[in-house]
């Protein structure tokens, strides 16, 4: 009841408390930031950073951590006057809570989608997003739904593949209808572990983006629309079914686009003061 309740939140938020520290202990290791410095680079290598023991079992909210405290693109855009979120040291606390609850969901026994893989992909996104021809078209917190898609969008991974849930029927193919059953189950997994009051980051995007006053609770629903989304849509991506029709699209861009065609006005599903965003 209760009394049982309380118990539980108090035991979730002492180990919360032990993960962050464990997390801030990793960041003072001279040898852990080199490999951190990395991820502004395509080469970053996240082996080296499984190498440190400080970092195992803390890798993805390690980078997190490190990716909002530089000077990057991210700690700008959550820091600035036109920050999508009212609290960014509440914000950011959460967040960095809740990738340390995403580490813990990783699987030690799938070999290939693991924190490790998770950690790459998290840090060549983080690279993607700050090159010059995404930055002129997308904002910082484009920038971060980015990178948390990416850090979550193999999270729980069983280490079978679709094609096995399918065959076998398995409960998770069942509840998913046979359609992109594993990416269902990761982005699911997030949002579900997103509830958990200490990490819940998704609660906190709760200001206007354009900074007024009027309509701000409309704004506010609009903007977590936003992420919720734009989460959903790049991780449901990642299965490989679709791979084919994803490069052929993103080819023919890269062929036959000039750079002036992609800057197209704001989609409905952007909220309000995205372009004032824009780096």
Avoid at 102 to 122: K, R
Avoid at 189 to 207: G, I, P, Q, V, Y
Wanted: charged fraction near 20%.
């Amino acid at each position: 009841s209760r009394t049982r309740s309380t118990s539980s939140s108090g035991e979730r938020a002492r180990l919360s408390a032990i993960d962050l520290g464990e997390v801030q202990r990793a960041l003072t290791e001279n040898s852990i930031n080199l490999v951190l410095e990395g991820c502004d680079r395509p080469d970053f290598d996240a082996f080296a950073l499984e190498a440190h023991h400080e970092a195992v079992g803390h890798m993805n909210s390690v980078l997190a951590s490190y990716m909002f405290k530089a000077k990057s693109r991210l700690a700008a855009g959550l820091t600035d006057d036109s920050s999508w979120t009212i609290s960014s040291g509440t914000f950011l606390q959460a967040y960095i809570t809740f990738m340390t609850k995403i580490d813990s969901l990783y699987a030690t026994g799938a070999l290939y989608h693991s924190a490790t893989h998770a950690v790459d992909c998290t840090a060549t996104t983080h690279w993607l997003m700050q090159t010059e021809y995404v930055m002129e078209r997308t904002s910082s917190l484009d920038h971060f739904i980015a990178v948390a898609a990416a850090a979550v969008h193999d999270v729980g991974h069983p280490g079978t593949s679709n094609l096995f849930h399918t065959k076998t029927m398995s409960e998770l193919a069942i509840r998913y209808n046979d359609k992109s059953i594993l990416e269902n189950m990761h982005v699911a997994l997030a949002f579900e572990t997103m509830k958990d009051s200490d990490c819940d980051w998704f609660s906190l995007l709760a200001r206007n983006p354009t900074g007024g006053e009027e309509d701000a609770s409309l704004h506010t629903v609009r903007l977590q629309q936003y992420v919720r989304k734009g989460i959903i849509t790049m991780v449901l991506a990642t299965d490989m079914a679709k791979h084919s029709a994803h490069v052929a699209e993103l080819t023919s861009v890269a062929q036959e686009a000039e750079p002036g065609d992609l800057l197209k006005a704001p989609s409905e599903d952007a909220p309000d003061g995205a372009d004032e965003q824009k780096a």
